[in-house]
C-alpha cells in the first residue's frame, strides 16, 4: 500500500494555498458585493430616475399644449360672448380696425380681450369666428399672445418651442439657441449630410 502522507513540498504548498485564500477571500467578496450594488444602480436605480426624468420633460410638453388649448378656448369664448352681448352689425358695417374702436364690439374687445384683433383682412395667427343672426365675425390673435403663457412654463426645461399646424408648416417658434425651422416634415425626413472627413 503507497503511503498517502503529503511531502514537505505539497504541505507547504497547501498551507500556502489556504493563507492566500484567506487574504483574498475578503476582497472577493468586497468586489462581488461592490459588483452587485453597481449592477443595481446601473440596470435598476438609473432607469427608472431616466425613464422619471423624461416624463417630467413631457408632463412640461403637457402643461405648456394645455396651456395653449385653454388660451385659445378662452380666446374664442371671449370673441363669442362679445358679439353675442353686443351684436354684430358695427362689424358687419366697419371697414377697417380703427372704425371699430368706438364701437361696443371694439370697446368690449379693447377692455376684456385685447388680444383679439377684429382685422378681417388679418392671415397670421389664431383665426377665430363668431356668428350671430346669420353674420359671422372673422378675428384673429397673434400667436406670441397665444403661446405667451405656454413659452414661459417651458423655458426652464427646454430652450426652444416650436408650434406647426397638421400639415408640418411652422406658425411660431421661440428661437433661443436654433436657426429658424419652416417645415417640421421637411426637417424630420431630411437626410443627414456625409462630412467631408
Given at each position: 500500500m503507497?503511503?498517502?502522507?503529503?511531502?514537505?513540498?505539497?504541505s507547504t504548498r497547501a498551507?500556502?494555498?489556504r493563507e492566500f485564500s484567506r487574504a483574498t477571500t475578503p476582497y472577493l467578496l468586497g468586489a462581488v458585493f461592490a459588483s452587485g450594488v453597481m449592477a443595481w444602480y446601473f440596470f435598476m436605480f438609473v432607469p427608472?430616475?431616466?425613464?422619471?426624468?423624461?416624463?417630467?420633460?413631457?408632463?412640461?410638453?403637457a402643461v405648456a399644449s394645455g396651456q395653449v388649448k385653454s388660451?385659445?378656448?378662452?380666446?374664442?369664448?371671449?370673441?363669442a360672448g362679445g358679439v353675442h352681448a353686443v351684436g354684430v352689425l358695427p362689424v358687419v358695417n366697419?371697414?377697417?380696425?380703427?372704425?371699430?374702436?368706438g364701437t361696443p364690439l371694439g370697446q368690449y374687445r379693447a377692455t376684456l380681450a385685447p388680444e383679439i384683433r377684429l382685422d378681417p383682412g388679418s392671415s397670421s395667427g389664431l383665426q377665430l369666428t363668431?356668428?350671430?343672426?346669420?353674420?359671422r365675425v372673422a378675428a384673429s390673435v397673434a400667436w406670441d399672445d397665444v403661446l405667451r403663457p405656454a413659452a414661459a412654463a417651458?423655458?426652464?426645461?427646454?430652450?426652444?418651442?416650436?408650434?406647426?399646424?397638421?400639415?408640418?408648416q411652422v406658425v411660431w417658434q421661440r428661437d433661443q439657441t436654433t436657426p429658424r425651422i419652416g417645415n417640421l416634415k421637411e426637417l424630420l425626413g431630411a437626410e443627414t449630410q456625409t462630412s467631408s472627413w
Open positions: 503507497a503511503d498517502r502522507t503529503p511531502t514537505p513540498a505539497a498551507s500556502k494555498l427608472a430616475k431616466l425613464q422619471y426624468f423624461v416624463g417630467l420633460r413631457f408632463r412640461t410638453l388660451k385659445a378656448e378662452n380666446l374664442a369664448s371671449s370673441l366697419a371697414k377697417t380696425f380703427t372704425e371699430l374702436a363668431a356668428e350671430k343672426d346669420a353674420t417651458s423655458a426652464r426645461d427646454f430652450s426652444d418651442l416650436i408650434l406647426a399646424d397638421a400639415s408640418g
